[in-house]
């Protein structure tokens, strides 16, 4: 395996489209398409990690990138292909829903190709690890790419502390703790999962064990990693040294502070079901009273989503000119007691 990171990249995901994925979003309508497009092209959730946590090189060039974007509407135009493949088996998890599209895109996209996804590596009959996706560029660079879609909760200030959070930021406020980002359930964590990333999953293509598999090695390992990170309402913590500064962000709010917090923002809402997580939605004139795609007041939002047990995710809605209804923000909504448990979990 090549020793330390790759060079830097020259066309990354911003330079595709003069740094604006809101514009290209907008510009496709297919649901599926819109994730693709966003699972490539969004920031990462992270700097590059060395020595080893080396980020995902999409493009070897400018010319790739450029076809991708023309790829990308070719698809939405005629998304069909790639509908049949997300449902010939049935996915109710969202990595499992962000690995169909990237393996389509690697199999059908105009760059980096597909070698082999979801390749176990074993020991006497364990299995030490599975690599996801092992990719070959058109320059014939062999990569071995560790995918992860993070929706992570930064775990707030205690209200017992605002007083010298507020008296901080004033002076020289202090960066937030990987540690402090955690998963809506409570059973995942930033620094954890980082840490497994870079220490278990991409040194798996350098391990002895791997020449047995059949792919032959050297493997450059990087990480692809987006997602979206939340911070409660009125609280701006400066990044942790680990994140990309322009990684998705959206809040999150109590169900007891929801109602002067709504009133503040958009009129129009809707629940977002987990396999919605990716990409910001946008609904053309008269999709969204379909269904689950109905828009609801703020009130009857809540309502809809004080039965779940833990957080929800949730989309404010306005309305463009030409009548299309457009993700503005989202967040989620968390029960009362949650806050506590959040900073108990960042703590542990």
């Known amino acids: 395996m090549a020793v330390g990171a790759p060079a830097a990249h020259p066309a990354s995901a911003s330079a595709t489209h003069g740094g604006s994925i809101a514009a290209l979003l ?19 959730l992270l700097r590059p990690q060395p020595p080893v946590g080396a980020l995902a090189a999409l493009f070897d060039n400018q010319q790739e990138a450029q076809a991708c974007l023309a790829w990308l509407r070719a698809l939405d135009a005629a998304p069909a292909p790639l509908h049949d ?17 990237l393996g389509w895109f690697l199999q059908h996209g105009p760059a980096a190709r597909l070698v082999a996804a979801g390749v176990q590596l074993r020991r006497a009959g364990v299995t030490l690890g ?4 092992l990719v070959r560029t058109q320059q014939g660079v062999r990569l071995h ?49 980082l840490a497994h990333v870079l220490n278990h999953q991409l040194p798996l293509s350098a391990r002895e064990e791997f020449a047995s598999v059949g792919y032959a090695g050297p493997w450059i390992p990087q990480m692809f990693i987006k997602g979206w990170l939340f911070y409660r309402q009125d609280e701006t913590p400066l990044d942790p040294v680990e994140l990309d500064p322009a ?16 009133a503040a923002q958009a009129g129009k809402w809707r629940p977002l079901p987990r396999l919605e997580w990716l990409a910001p939605q946008r609904h053309e004139p008269g999709e969204a009273q379909a269904g689950e795609l109905a828009l609801v007041d703020a009130q009857t939002l809540v309502a809809q989503t004080s039965q779940q047990h833990g957080p929800a995710m949730v989309a404010a809605f306005s309305e463009d000119s030409a009548g299309n209804l457009i993700e503005r923000s989202r967040g989620f909504i968390v029960p009362d007691e949650w806050p506590g448990q959040a900073q108990d979990y960042a703590r542990r």
């Open 26 to 44: 907008d510009s496709l309508r297919d649901p599926a398409v819109r994730d693709l497009a966003w699972l490539l092209l969004s920031p990462n």
């Open 145 to 193: 790419w560790e995918l992860a879609v993070k929706c992570y909760l930064h775990a707030g200030v205690a209200r017992d502390q605002a007083t010298s959070y507020a008296s901080t930021q004033l002076s020289e406020p202090e960066s937030a703790r990987l540690s402090d980002y955690v998963g809506p359930n409570l059973k995942d964590r930033f620094d954890l999962k």
């Open 130 to 133: 599975e690599c996801d996706f």
């Open 247 to 262: 990684h998705g962000r959206g809040w999150w709010v109590t169900r007891a502070d929801w109602p002067a917090f709504a």
């Open 85 to 101: 493949d997300l449902a010939a088996k049935r996915i109710t998890r969202l990595g499992l829903y962000a690995e169909r599209l």
